[in-house]
């Protein structure tokens, strides 16, 4: 992190509620400029908060290799669910990725399929914006590059089985992917998004050794060709958030 991006003191405070020790911010740490964070190990049995009030003026949900039903495996998965809707009811900015994403859509009453029939979904994929994804507070600034480079698509990292296969009614569907359909969605105040901004090559290299079939070595190398344009716009992902939540607390 640059100095002129670590947090004043009164910085707004956003919560990260992290569900596996593989999956943290990584990137994403250092693109959420003029904000504090403030770590939830749910994993390591930190409390996620009951009450919307104690997450701050933000909310980020990460990934994790357990289902978005797994409560018996993720005992915290109930309360992570309950917050992700409250903060919907109360207009707080929210990020929730992969496992978040699938949590968000569950807690507002959309619904996952736990080992999708499309199968594995892992490696750099290409994310194609749909018209409703001009002007987005989060992923606008994605599509207008996508569309300034004449595609209409952009290139993130992705490792997933299971998928949201229902939308929560009155969310709004951003993009999709040549093999699921809701990569993006936006309810209320808060976006879920099936990729992995946040993800590095490590990280990557870590999922793909996990997964049986995948080769690691090309996920990699298809990592390394794209990597300028995937951090340029996990990047912009990451800050258009910051901006959002910033707005909200001075609101």
């Known amino acids: 992190m640059n100095p002129q991006d670590r947090p004043s003191a009164g910085a ?20 959420l400029p003029g904000l504090d964070v403030r770590l939830v190990r749910a994993d390591l049995g930190e409390a996620v908060p009951a009450d919307v009030a104690d997450a701050g003026a933000g909310l980020i949900v990460l990934g994790g290799p357990m289902s978005a039903y797994d409560d018996v495996v993720a005992p915290w998965l109930p309360a992570t669910r309950a917050l992700l809707s409250a903060s919907v009811d109360a207009g707080l900015p929210t990020l929730a990725i992969c496992l978040g994403a699938q949590l968000l859509a569950v807690a507002r009453g959309g619904r996952v399929q736990v080992g999708a029939p499309p199968g594995h979904e892992g ?11 001009t002007g987005d507070r989060l992923v606008g600034a994605l599509a207008a590059d996508a569309a300034a480079h004449e595609r209409r698509s952009t290139p ?3 490792m997933h089985a299971d998928a949201v296969v229902e939308l929560p009614v009155g969310a709004v569907w951003l993009a999709a992917s040549a093999t699921y359909p809701y990569q993006a969605y936006r309810v209320g105040s808060a976006w879920g998004v099936q990729f992995h901004p946040e993800a590095g090559a490590q990280t990557l290299r870590t999922w793909a050794d ?4 995948l ?37």
């Open 12 to 31: 707004p405070i956003v919560t990260v509620v992290q569900s596996s020790p593989e999956v943290g911010l990584d990137r994403l740490a250092g693109w």
């Open 123 to 133: 490696g750099v994929i290409d994310v194609r914006w749909r018209p409703e994804a």
């Open 156 to 158: 993130m990292p992705s």
């Open 210 to 213: 996990q997964v049986e079939g």
């Open 215 to 251: 080769d690691t070595e090309a996920a990699l190398e298809e990592f390394a060709d794209r990597e300028a344009d995937i951090t340029r716009a996990a990047r912009a992902l990451g800050e258009s958030f910051a901006a959002v939540v910033r707005e909200h607390s001075h609101g």
